[in-house]
């Protein structure tokens, strides 16, 4: 009982850290002077999609919620807290700022945010439902008009901005943005009042075409779409830094959609490049140009696709999704009521284009492929001409991406010190892209002492990486890492604390070791840099599933090869990996009640356990964990973790839900990844699963150590291990697949040319660069290595399609030639037909759709693989070849071989 209130105690730690600042934040919110107007007269409106609630005084949105259905209590904008943000300076669905250019040349800013007055209303007939001149709310100087209209289009809410020049001379606007204020602010909630009352949005950056998504945590219920009416063009996505509402673990921050941001790109983001070319709206005198969004429901989140169809505006859809290896055939798919002008390709010659001709529906057919690495914008003008953004980024072929990354981990990021007091040594350890050096200390303890996500992420990396691509020279490494590191040092390895893993080597201790020890110039004194007796703490479970992931794939090295692992028998390396499971349970009760990031590795033990007739391991493991899936299913939304919100947790509660048959949380569980997963033209955004206060624990330290919404964390490829499971049961739902697909290679998206894995990307558009450190990239880079596989799929509309490979078809055969890293894993949709390889490697597959006869080329033997280990899900298909823990058995020859199911 001691042990447990010890863990609540420290469970509640961040957040009492980061409530204890919020709470100082409010108070000094509310006790500035109201002046939005609050609590004078609301107006109240109807429309068909809407109950839209207005501040009389401000004619700002004070709630808007559905108007039919069991939505009509729900509020799409932070309504409950219009009492405590009814200041100046503080945004307001309704607002907007300008920065333009004064006579002097230089930029000046104006928001209807700043102060607030009362604003003049304007009389209103029509469609128009309420409308307001801004010019009491906005300052003297301001050489511009402002009127703001709501309005109804076909019954659709309108908003809209009527900007005119009220100057002799020209106006240079700059910097145009339109807030994005949505009920994202988690403070002080439980899990299971945001997932009914908060909302997350996601940005598509795509010019014309672009868009707001708007989704409430449960993923249920309709969506809300912002899209461009007149003049909206997406150009850019900026934070609200200057909203005093306090950014923290519970709330990412606001942002704005920009119209215009050229002054931007000329000062705060100035060298830095950005998603699309800034621009700039030059008004000539008494010139009035309109800014208008419209706002409409979609049914549900995967209705997005289909409801912006229905509202007329372009759709593209890419396959396998915006990250392109060098070596793939891409696809790309544009539906639109207007024919393709012109189609162009920003760097010159980083993607080749070609037009394939159309669908069954009439959306034209591209193939896309990547010529030259990094970041790559497609801007298609349209016959009509709109301008629709589409962002890509090309990569090496996996293949490659993988080799040099285990090279990197294996070499730059070799720690070996025979001298280290902190017994580190040798390990992968973290390291500092920008100065080129490994992080050996850090005031964050874990960053240098391997463990915790920050600091583990570089060896787990580095062993899960010879899960994809295993390299005799790298895993000898591996082995004395693990024989002199990991057993014995990061896990206890004798006494009463066995299997238990340390919070951190490293430690801060000054006076338990010599002088110099410790560097001058970094501050230690912080929270985060534990003493030796914290460091040694094995009460945090999350740490556990590193190491055991370590153990799970040394196993699978040892026993499916031969002569890859020579240091441990086999059997040593699953028992510890089952051990480890066990003492996260007993050593951290009260963490290992959530769900852990990578604790789908538990199951991939499970299952080799059972493979290889550990009985009573497998029996007693399996107890344990549905005992904490027991919990799950009592729990309406169980994905809590020393964090208030988060997003790792699902992972291991749905593929432990899916295990026990508890399907309906195993279905809440994926509709809550979808509110935080969108699939969208970005390859930033498809598949970027949320995540927005690691860049403070697993990032670089100083300037980016921020709360910032992080472009493929690890959160992207964990997550992505659910939706894929689920589209393997649900093979005709595309969005699955393409959500998933798009997690799976953002995971890898980030990893550099010379094979440097960071921690994720920024999304600030001061930075839109890598993190400089490696941080906690491992957690991702497992849901890679254990996720990676190849889908066809037949969609009625887009044709066969292939994620993973390159199809190509003749007659009735559809042929794959396999593209993934490890080769390993195939699933044929039509036939809910899962192959995967213990050992060996797939090259190609084919199908042939009239007889169903599935053939499949193995790849030749090698010296560490004589043998291939074939595992086959479906019904109906057994094959001429030994069965060896339930997987097939096939010699290889040396130029491998063909094999029909």
Do not use: C
């Amino acid at each position: 009982m001691k042990k447990k209130l010890l863990w609540i105690g420290l469970v509640l730690f961040f957040s009492t850290i980061f409530r204890m600042e919020a709470q100082g934040y409010w108070g000094r919110i509310e006790q500035r002077e109201p002046t939005l107007g609050i609590a004078e007269v609301y107006q109240k409106f109807s429309t068909p999609d809407f109950q839209l609630k207005l501040v009389k005084a401000s004619q700002t949105v004070a709630a808007l919620r559905p108007s039919t259905g069991r939505s009509t209590n729900f509020d799409f904008t932070p309504g409950d807290r219009l009492e405590l943000r009814d200041k100046d300076s503080l945004y307001h669905l309704g607002d907007i700022n300008l920065r333009i250019k004064d006579a002097n040349g230089n930029w000046m800013d104006f928001s209807t945010a700043t102060t607030r007055a009362e604003v003049t209303p304007l009389t209103v007939s029509g469609n128009v439902l309420a409308a307001a001149d801004l010019a009491n709310t906005l300052p003297k100087d301001i050489p511009v008009s402002i009127k703001r209209y709501y309005e109804l289009d076909n019954d659709q809410l309108v908003m809209r901005f009527e900007i005119t020049n009220t100057q002799t001379t020209p106006v240079e606007i700059g910097a145009l943005g339109v807030p994005m204020i949505f009920n994202n602010i988690l403070e002080g909630k439980s899990l299971t009042e945001t997932h009914a009352q908060n909302v997350f949005f996601d940005p598509y950056i795509g010019k014309d075409a672009g868009y707001l998504e708007v989704k409430r945590l449960s993923g249920r219920g309709p969506a809300l779409l912002v899209l461009p009416k007149e003049n909206m063009s997406f150009e850019a996505y900026r934070p609200l830094l200057d909203d005093p509402t306090p950014r923290s673990i519970v709330f990412e921050g606001f942002h704005e959609w920009m119209v215009y941001s050229k002054a931007y790109a000329e000062n705060e983001w100035k060298g830095v490049e950005q998603w699309n070319t800034p621009t700039s709206l030059t008004l000539q005198p008494n010139e009035t140009k309109n800014f208008a969004l419209k706002l409409v429901l979609s049914e549900g989140i995967k209705n997005v696709q289909e409801t912006l169809v229905k509202e007329e505006r372009p759709v593209a859809t890419g396959v396998p999704g915006y990250v392109v290896p060098q070596d793939v055939e891409a696809q790309l798919f544009l539906n639109y009521k207007s024919g393709v002008s012109s189609i162009t390709v920003e760097p010159k010659g980083a993607l080749e284009i070609k037009e394939e001709g159309a669908t069954a529906s009439g959306s034209k057919k591209y193939k896309v492929s990547g010529k030259k690495w990094g970041r790559a914008r497609v801007t298609v003008t349209y016959a009509d001409g709109l301008k629709q953004t589409i962002n890509y980024k090309v990569i090496k072929p996996e293949e490659e991406v993988i080799a040099d990354f285990g090279s990197f981990l294996t070499n730059e990021q070799w720690f070996d010190d025979p001298n280290d007091p902190f017994g580190r040594n040798p390990s992968s350890i973290t390291y500092d892209y920008d100065k080129k050096e490994q992080v050996v200390q850090d005031s964050r303890v874990w960053i240098s002492g391997l463990s915790d996500e920050g600091g583990a992420g570089s060896w787990l990396a580095a062993v899960m990486k010879q899960l994809v691509q295993p390299d005799r020279e790298e895993i000898v490494k591996l082995q004395k890492f693990v024989d002199n590191t990991l057993w014995g040092g990061i896990q206890y390895s004798d006494g009463p604390l066995k299997y238990g893993v340390k919070k951190s080597l490293y430690y801060y201790e000054p006076d338990s070791l010599p002088k110099g020890t410790y560097s001058d110039e970094i501050n230690y004194k912080t929270w985060a840099a534990w003493d030796h007796k914290h460091a040694n703490d094995p009460g945090r479970s999350y740490n556990y599933p590193h190491v055991a992931a370590a153990y799970w794939v040394m196993y699978r090295l040892a026993r499916y090869h031969e002569g890859l692992v020579d240091n441990r028998l086999w059997q040593w390396y699953l028992e510890n990996a089952y051990h480890t499971s066990v003492a996260m349970v007993e050593k951290a009760p009260y963490y290992a009640q959530f769900g852990q990031m990578e604790g789908s590795v538990f199951l991939l033990i499970l299952e080799d356990l059972k493979n290889e007739a550990f009985k009573d391991m497998a029996t007693d493991l399996e107890a344990r964990m549905k005992k904490r899936a027991d919990h799950w299913e009592a729990l309406d939304y169980p994905f809590g973790s020393e964090m208030p919100w988060d997003s790792t947790g699902q992972e291991e509660v749905y593929m432990w839900s899916d295990y026990f048959g508890y399907d309906r949380k195993a279905w809440v569980t994926l509709s809550a990844i979808l509110a935080y997963m969108p699939t969208m033209p970005h390859w930033a955004y498809n598949g970027n699963a949320r995540r927005y206060w690691d860049f403070l624990y697993g990032g670089k330290a100083g300037k980016t150590s921020r709360v910032e919404r992080q472009i493929h964390h690890y959160g992207s490829s964990l997550n992505a291990i659910p939706v894929l499971k689920h589209f393997r049961k649900n093979p005709e739902d595309l969005y699955l697949l393409k959500v998933g697909y798009g997690g799976l290679l953002g995971g890898i998206s980030n990893i550099t040319q010379d094979g440097f894995g960071p921690a994720a990307f920024h999304s600030f558009p001061s930075t839109l660069e890598i993190d400089g450190i490696t941080g906690d990239y491992g957690s991702g880079f497992y849901g890679y290595a254990v996720n990676s596989a190849s889908y066809i799929t037949q969609d009625k509309d887009l044709g066969w399609l292939a994620f993973g490979g390159n199809l190509t078809q003749k007659g009735d055969v559809v042929e794959v030639d396999i593209t993934t890293a490890s080769k390993s894993r195939v699933y044929i949709a039509p036939k809910k037909l899962w192959l995967t390889l213990d050992a060996g490697t797939f090259d190609k597959v084919s199908y042939n759709t009239k007889t169903d006869k599935i053939e499949i080329t193995l790849g030749g033997k090698d010296e560490y693989t004589p043998n291939a280990f074939l595992r086959v899900e479906a019904e109906n298909i057994s094959l001429p070849y030994e069965k060896v823990r339930g997987a097939y058995k096939i010699e290889l020859p040396k130029k491998g071989l063909t094999i029909t199911l």
